[in-house]
């Protein structure tokens, strides 16, 4: 009875269907684990692993000044921005983000990833790949957008009254776009 | 000792020196001074728990999204309101009951610093009332997690350190209760295993609360512009605070399922060095889990995400498969052992499914494992993660084993607690009995809502989706998946108000529990000395096979919801 104390003697070898699952279970769950190593050898998608330090002023410069040099057009007071393959610079902001990212497909993009203000969830839908924006900090997702379409950025960490309403876009283009 | 002996030493504590009787169910020596500080945090817990249960049912039908039951402004302060009276409050009160319970009547002796206890129960008290009315006033819309730099008034960190420091001497009472009753010698040898558990729980609270020292202290003053804090920094604090909370609610969780498992069956622990190892095992690795908040976040290195996510190697998680066979199997080995042998699982039909307590043991501990145990493990895959961080997967995830597993587990407990402690028969047995499965259902579609929705890749926290219906962004199951968890959400709430009703009305207007009246039959029932004692049954065959085939095919169960999330990963854009 679990709620008595136990016979004076009670550090009895295991019975054999007790040796049995706690050897599986063990067995299992060192799989588990190196599944975790292990992982960046056999698929390609992997947790970020590079990040920096910036203030929000810093990365508002950053992203201000790449805004301007490629974009494209604006969408609802939004800059369209259709960079080359290489640093992308994105913030999220109460309630909105930076821009409308035109990329394409296979090709690789770093891009950076900020808050200006409080926390914010970068949720790039329906392909559900989720990252965590912290102000203070530039991550770096080091993307390869394989699929065509219009895709959504949706803010999944609670960052006030309106973080329902932080919904943005990001399209990927096939190869041949946009025409020379 | 006694109950594991059927053998009653009943005058040694006839000259305890403290006011006390003897239960008349168990043979127990139950402090009285004990027995209404035990009673005053039960009461706190439910009084709680309704407000927690008031805000989940406007949470739960403003996420079904058809409904949208309230403007995202007030959705946001009843989700905050929900997750601390939910999270914190209901279930802290009720282990403090516990731990008292543990180190008083559970070892014949007596709670040591009674007046500490109520001081106790009077900051908790005070700091869950402060954080309460700091977010009904609408100070406080920052959420559960208050992550700077978003920012509440100063009183919802305030009452939150109040909280914390009333728990932290609940937990000073509990230990030195302990070491008075060891060197009053009112127990021989080990601790039983119940209290041996609720010991590992405090010992996480004690951790947990350290951590929550550094998160709401710099937190407070941030809030006053005294400091300045980095928002990372919080993060990283905060969840050595938000993951061992529930941590010490699984500890608490196991150590119930084990005390129900006894008192309803008689099953005694297969293996007492097993399950206490397996205990150890959270103590030492589970807390190193709360980094799998922080998976998709910057500032911490791969190698430091990697050997904390896995409880360092999933040692911790070893622990919660060593209980997953020990309880079912010490049920399987005590039901054989009263005659119920027939194939593998004919113990399992002849099991006591009308009592409420047993019920809600094995409801909650098939719901903690089959859907919470395997998400959390998964979910905090360093890869895996991020193909669910933030979406309603986290929610599906942490219901499944802070409701219907913890909680299911602690709703199952009261209705002992009730004659046993607060001596009330349990009024309506009826709707007792019944108030498990309901529960259980709701839980279950509630979940299962929030899993579909989440596999979608909707988000979590979220007041509508307004803005993603414009862009046509999610396929039609995931809305099917959205009312799913309003429907099974009022379900489960029915389940609540029916366990708040019973406890209740029990409380106010039942009758004192004489000698005779049980009204969830204690089995096997044995009267030693004139004293009804509820004793082990002394099992001659020590072979669980039909619990080992329910294990591995949860096993099977597990090992498939891996592979589905490692092919599911392997499909989204390369990244790194």
């Known amino acids: 009875m679990a709620l008595s104390a136990p016979e004076r003697i ?71 921005v259709r960079p080359p393959p290489g640093d992308v610079y994105l913030a999220g902001q109460q309630w909105r983000w930076s821009s409308i990212l035109e990329l394409q497909q296979g090709k690789t993009y770093r891009i950076h990833t900020s808050s200006l203000d409080v926390n914010h969830g970068l949720s790039i839908q329906p392909i559900d790949m989720n990252f965590q924006l912290v ?46 | 000792m006694l109950l594991a002996t059927g053998v009653m030493t009943l005058p040694s504590r006839a000259a305890a020196g403290f006011a006390s009787r003897i239960c008349q169910a168990t043979g127990l020596v139950v402090d009285v001074a004990a027995e209404k500080v035990i009673a005053a945090n039960v009461v706190a817990a439910i009084v709680f728990m309704v407000l927690g249960g008031v805000s989940s049912v406007l949470v739960e039908l403003t996420r079904a999204e058809w409904l949208q039951a309230m403007a995202p402004g007030l959705y946001y302060r009843a989700l905050t309101l929900h997750g601390m009276n939910m999270l914190i409050y209901w279930i802290i009160f009720f282990e403090v009951a516990c731990l008292y319970f543990g180190c008083s009547i ?111 202290v710099p937190a407070f003053f941030w809030s006053l512009g005294l400091m300045n804090l980095d928002p990372e920094v919080y993060r990283l604090n905060y969840w050595s605070l938000g993951h061992p909370a529930q941590q010490i609610n699984l500890a608490a969780m196991v150590t119930v399922w084990y005390m129900t498992a006894s008192l309803t069956t008689g099953a005694r622990p297969l293996n007492e060095k097993l399950s206490r190892f397996a205990f150890l095992l959270y103590l030492f690795f589970i807390n190193l889990g709360s980094v799998h908040h922080l998976l998709v976040d910057p500032g911490l290195t791969r190698v430091f995400k990697v050997f904390n996510t896995s409880y360092a190697m999933y040692l911790a998680v070893l622990g919660s498969m060593i209980h997953a066979f020990s309880i079912p199997a010490a049920i399987e080995i005590a039901l054989r052992a009263q005659g119920h042998r027939k194939g593998l699982f004919g113990w399992l039909r002849k099991a006591p499914w009308g009592n409420p307590a047993f019920s809600a043991t094995i409801l909650s501990m098939a719901l903690f494992g089959f859907v919470g145990g395997t998400t959390g493990v998964i979910f905090g895959h360093e890869q895996i993660n991020m193909v669910h961080h933030n979406t309603l997967d986290i929610p599906a995830h942490f219901h499944a084993t802070v ?174």
Not at chain 1, 152 to 179: K, S, T
């Open chain 2, 106 to 216: 559970v070892l014949n002796s007596r709670l040591v610093g009674v007046r500490l206890a109520w001081g106790a129960f009077g900051l908790m008290l005070a700091g869950a009332l402060l954080t309460n009315a700091t977010i009904l006033a609408g100070q406080g819309d920052v959420l559960f997690t208050s992550y700077v730099p978003l920012k509440a008034s100063p009183l919802f960190y305030l009452g939150t350190i109040l909280f914390a420091i009333g728990a932290l001497i609940a937990c000073g009472v509990f230990f030195a209760s302990i070491l008075v009753a060891r060197a009053e010698r009112t127990y021989e040898g080990s601790v039983p295993l119940v209290t041996f558990g609720l010991i590992t729980a405090a010992i996480i609270a004690v951790v947990t609360l350290i951590g929550g020292v550094f998160t709401y």
């Open chain 2, 403 to 576: 409701v219907a597993g913890t909680t299911l587990a602690f709703m199952g407990v009261t209705y002992y607690l009730l004659p046993l402690v607060l001596r009330r028969e349990v009024l309506w047995p009826r709707l007792a009995r019944v108030q498990p499965y309901v529960y259980a259902v709701g839980c279950t579609l509630h979940i299962a809502g929030m899993m579909i929705a989440g596999s979608y890749g909707v988000p979590r926290r979220t007041a509508s989706l307004a803005a993603e219906n414009a862009q046509h962004l999610f396929a039609q199951p995931a809305y099917w998946g959205l009312a799913l968890l309003g429907v099974g959400g009022t379900i489960a709430a029915v389940g609540g108000v029916i366990y708040v009703a019973v406890v209740v009305a029990s409380v106010l207007f039942g009758r004192q529990v004489p000698a005779s009246a049980e009204p969830f039959r204690l089995a096997p029932v044995h009267t030693v000395g004139g004293v009804t004692v509820t004793s082990g049954v002394a099992a001659k065959e020590h072979s669980a096979p039909g619990a080992l085939v329910l294990v591995f095919v949860f096993l099977a169960f597990f090992i498939l919801v891996w592979f589905l999330n490692m092919w599911r990963l392997a499909s989204v854009w390369p990244v790194s």
């Open chain 1, 135 to 180: 102000p203070g900090y530039d991550q770096v997702l080091t993307l390869t957008p394989t699929t065509t379409g219009d895709f959504a950025l949706i803010c999944n960490e609670f960052c006030g009254a309106g973080h329902h309403l932080m919904v943005g876009h990001l399209r990927v283009r096939g190869c041949c776009w946009p025409p020379a």
């Open chain 1, 10 to 80: 009670w550090w009895k070898p295991l019975g054999r269907q007790e040796r049995l699952w706690v050897g599986v279970s063990l067995g299992f769950l060192m799989i588990l684990f190196l599944s975790m190593p292990l992982w960046p050898l056999i698929e390609k998608q992997n947790t970020p692993n590079e990040f920096y330090r910036v203030s929000p002023a810093q990365f508002t410069q950053l992203v201000t000044d790449f805004n301007a040099k490629y974009k494209v057009g604006a969408e609802g007071g939004v800059p369209i």
